[in-house]
């Protein structure tokens, strides 16, 4: 009977959210939520995009959360009296359908304070085209929601100061650089939800990749699987129409070149993790690829009970001596804890190449590290296909299960892990670029154990197989 009573009484709750037509607070607010919206919304960074394929919830983030600014009832930040953002889509048309669409929903008409129109009437603005929406901020200011398509040209973008700017899909890189500017005076937010159907564009390179180490930028990706509001039925009809091309940026939200990755097994969610303090006993070994004007690569290296890597600290940096480098990864390692050897030196493996003695050299980079105390090892397996099968095995192995993790403060490896190419042609190598973190994961990789599955024995069948398929090829010859 109390089951009875408490289902009717949840039964009228919903029926009272939905007469009060306020969707903001019904938005993840059941049993199920979607918690990849959750984190979108409760990370403070400056600069967030949500990476999604079609239906993943992606818009359904940059929408409430413009509402929430303009509201001023933001979760999970400090909100401001009243605000004054953005709403950037590609076209007019596909703001209308999509990104005003959605505004409008979480939106309830008694907090309207006035609507202008670029087309249709104000009081159906779903049918129509809107400048701007004035909105009730709950500390008795207005807050102005202004919307924006990128085919008026980067010249519209200009002038305003802004709170925030959410980018409903990928702009064109002038509007979003213009946008960016006008967050500045009000240390405002910028943040957008996309499909990835460009290619590999200044978003992949400049946000995804983050190569200067943005600490105000966070991404993420979200997939069908991840919307618990999806129903499998309907997953299962939208991949069945997909090719597996198609897929990854309309199921996965993954970006997509011609020439396509090498560690396609690479997840940032999975091999990605937090940092935590390593037991001693786990230290194995520290792997070096040495730069001086291209920079020079170092990472701790530790490996638990069950053979699992964990690459824990990091050095990455250009245009400095060996002494300096020397001077770095002792400093790191004394934080760490680190092992040494019985000279007390520290021990690493280096790539070969750094025997070499250079006219301006009188001593190998190999004998000046010596000389700094830290005994490397330039006998290390160069070889780049084994190495990089072995690597792969690592990330993910025939047990389904990996055995390869990088803590999230390794950030350089981590973007060349995202980035690593294969050149043109199928035989080609990767393209030698932004590899200097790969190169050293690999020496050291070759130097743990194959997980590759054991060769088994061929049948007497199958050798006969194999005997009569040769006879008969030798025979067409």
């Not at 509201?71 to 605000?83: A, C, D, L, M, Q």
């Not at 002038?159 to 890189?173: A, H, I, K």
């Amino acid at each position: 009977m109390k089951e009875v009573v408490g289902r009717i009484l949840e039964i009228e709750r919903e029926q009272k959210r939905r007469a009060a037509n306020n969707f903001l607070a019904e938005y993840n607010s059941g049993k199920v939520k979607h918690l990849k919206q959750l984190a979108f919304h409760k990370c403070l960074k400056k600069n967030r995009w949500v990476f999604g394929g079609n239906r993943s919830g992606k818009t359904e983030c940059g929408a409430v959360e413009t509402v929430y600014m303009a509201r001023g009832v933001h979760p999970y930040r400090e909100n401001r009296k009243n605000t004054f953002g953005w709403v950037v889509s590609l076209s007019r048309e596909v703001q209308r359908d999509v990104a005003q669409a959605k505004v409008l929903h979480y939106i309830n008409p008694s907090w309207i304070a006035d609507i202008t129109m670029v087309s249709g009437k104000k009081e159906s603005p779903e049918y129509g085209v809107i400048d701007q929406i004035l909105i009730k901020n709950v500390f008795g200011g207005i807050s102005v929601i202004g919307f924006k398509s990128c085919d008026q040209g980067r010249e519209k973008f200009q002038g305003s100061s802004l709170d925030y700017v959410w980018f409903d899909e990928e702009p064109p890189r002038d509007v979003y650089e213009e946008c960016r500017m006008r967050v500045v005076d009000k240390n405002g937010d910028i943040f957008g939800t996309m499909t990835p159907l460009k290619g590999l564009t200044f978003v992949y390179e400049d946000i995804y990749l983050n190569p200067k180490n943005s600490p105000d930028i966070w991404c993420e990706f979200m997939e069908w699987a991840d919307n618990p509001y999806l129903p499998e039925s309907e997953i299962k009809a939208l991949t069945e129409t997909l090719s597996r091309e198609q897929l990854e940026a309309r199921r996965y939200g993954r970006f997509r070149a011609d020439s396509g990755l090498v560690y396609t097994e690479f997840d940032e969610n999975i091999h990605v993790i937090e940092p935590f303090n390593v037991p001693n006993d786990w230290y194995d070994n520290i792997s070096i690829d040495p730069g001086l004007k291209n920079p020079l690569s170092c990472h701790w290296y530790a490996v638990d009970f069950d053979g699992t890597v964990y690459v824990i600290a990091e050095h990455f940096e250009a245009e400095k001596t060996v002494d300096y480098h020397a001077a770095k990864i002792k400093e790191i390692s004394a934080r760490l804890g680190w092992k040494k050897d019985g000279g007390g030196r520290i021990c690493a493996l280096i790539d070969s190449a750094a025997n070499q003695k250079t006219l301006a050299a009188q001593a190998s980079v190999s004998e000046l590290f010596c000389e700094q105390g830290i005994n490397v090892n330039p006998n290390v397996n160069k070889d780049l296909f084994s190495g990089i099968a072995r690597v792969k095995q690592y990330l993910m192995p025939a047990s389904g299960k990996p055995r390869l993790y990088v803590f999230k403060n390794c950030v350089n490896l981590i973007r060349e892990l995202k980035s690593y190419r294969w050149g043109a042609g199928d035989n080609d190598a990767p393209k030698k670029t932004d590899d200097h973190a790969l190169d050293e994961l690999r020496y050291y990789i070759m130097t743990k154990p194959d997980n590759s599955p054991p060769k088994r024995e061929k049948t007497l069948i199958e050798k006969d197989k194999e005997r009569l398929f040769r006879k008969i090829l030798n025979e067409r010859r």
